[in-house]
């Protein structure tokens, strides 16, 4: 078996020095020959000199030996089998290592669905608490008074013709009477189908009211304590005595009518497209 040569073992030279020695043999410099064929001139450089690996992919070395070497008037076929058997050629880009892929930062999951959840909630707590500052809350067989904090049972529409004593919604004082008296009209100036006003001391006030439909009511005396706060049902009537001036809140006031100290008395009209009224009763009875 034959032995390797000293030839066999030496790299093989690339067309790095057949370029250079072409170009000085017209008498060129780098920078005139890659203004020749619109080259820059590190591209030039790295051919004469082999340096393959500065130009990328095999794919442009090729393509950069082609032109360089048809402007110096070499024979292609002898240019790119030269540059094919050197051990300087160009290597195909190797693809990244997986363990590098590895490396990479996990991204988090988006944190923006649960700030749109955040806000949702929030808005929808904001109009619980609107609704119940304005309305109240109501429980089936309860009366919640938000300024007392008592909770009563509810008079039940069958006691027909009997009247009681709202105890919940009243404050120290005064007087609160509620009667159902369903499909009975009023007789009279002052009428209140059987229910006798409460006597009413100097500076107070008397005011019986008649509800045709569901109406929420606050009524405050004159020192801010909550005398009716609850929901007139159809059919019923509330007398109460409290000290003036009463401030009126009726949610449903076209279906509330009312008799201030004996006399019927209209209250302030409502706003076209309005059902809510907010007024003030004086002592002598005044509607403000």
Sequence with gaps: MRGNTAADQEPAEGPGSSLR??????GLTEQQA???????VGVLAALENDDYAALGAPVFARGHLRRYGAYLGLDEGE????YERSSVRAQPPTLVPRARIEMAPVRGRPKWPWVLGGAVLFLLAAGLVAYVSEYGLTI???????????SVPETSPEAAGSATVDAGTVAAGTTA????????AASGAGATDGVVPPPV??????????????????????????????LG??????VIAAAAPLSVTFGNAPAVSMVVNGRPTAMPPVPPGQTVARFTIEADGTVR
């Design 21 to 26: 020695r072409a170009r000085e043999a017209r």
């Design 140 to 150: 089936p067989g309860l009366t919640t008074d938000r300024s007392a904090g008592v």
């Design 34 to 40: 890659a203004e020749q064929i619109n080259l820059d």
């Design 79 to 82: 240019l790119l089998g030269t």
């Design 201 to 230: 001391p100097a500076g107070h006030v008397s005011v019986s009211i008649r509800f045709a439909a569901d109406s929420w009511t606050e009524i405050y005396d004159g020192s801010g304590q909550a005398v009716l706060y609850d």
């Design 177 to 184: 009477v509620e009667t159902a008296a369903p499909g009975v």
């Design 233 to 238: 049902q159809a059919g019923t009537q509330r």
